[in-house]
Nanobody, 127 residues
Framework: QVQLVESGGGLVEAGGSLTLSCEDT????????MGWFRQAPGKGREFVAG?????????YSDYVKGRFTVFKDDIAKNTMYLQMNSLTPEDTAVYYC???????????????????WGQGTQVTVSS
């Protein structure tokens, strides 16, 4: 069974960097695509970035494009990372990773595109 565990969140100053990781501790080897979402206080959950393991396609939301990079561990194959650079206070949120086993070749940007979710990790960017 897919079990996602995020780590790497924390407090960082504006302009700084953080790298989040998401490990499929279930090690099923069946994950087809993974995504990162975030939820700021008082706001809905929004898509940040994602990668499709079947097609190699990656996708980013407009507000993180050029600052964030999503990539996977090509050796362990069960961990996805989100490298976040040039962070701003607007990036403060709980970040969630998500996974799907569905055989698709695109990166879903909606909650319903994913079936497994991690517990979330807090990212706080101070001004």
């Amino acid at each position: 069974q897919v079990q996602l565990v995020e780590s790497g969140g924390g407090l960082v100053e504006a302009g700084g960097s953080l790298t989040l990781s998401c490990e499929d501790t279930g090690r099923t080897g069946r994950v087809a695509a993974m995504g990162w979402f975030r939820q700021a206080p008082g706001k809905g959950r929004e898509f940040v970035a994602g990668t499709n393991y079947m097609s190699g396609v990656t996708d980013y939301s407009d507000y993180v494009k050029g600052r964030f990079t999503v990539f996977k561990d090509d050796i362990a194959k069960n961990t996805m990372y989100l490298q976040m650079n040039s962070l701003t206070p607007e990036d403060t949120a709980v970040y969630y990773c998500a996974a799907t086993l569905a055989h698709q070749y695109y990166v879903g940007a909606r909650d319903i595109d994913y079936h497994y979710w991690g517990q979330g990790t807090q990212v706080t960017v101070s001004s």
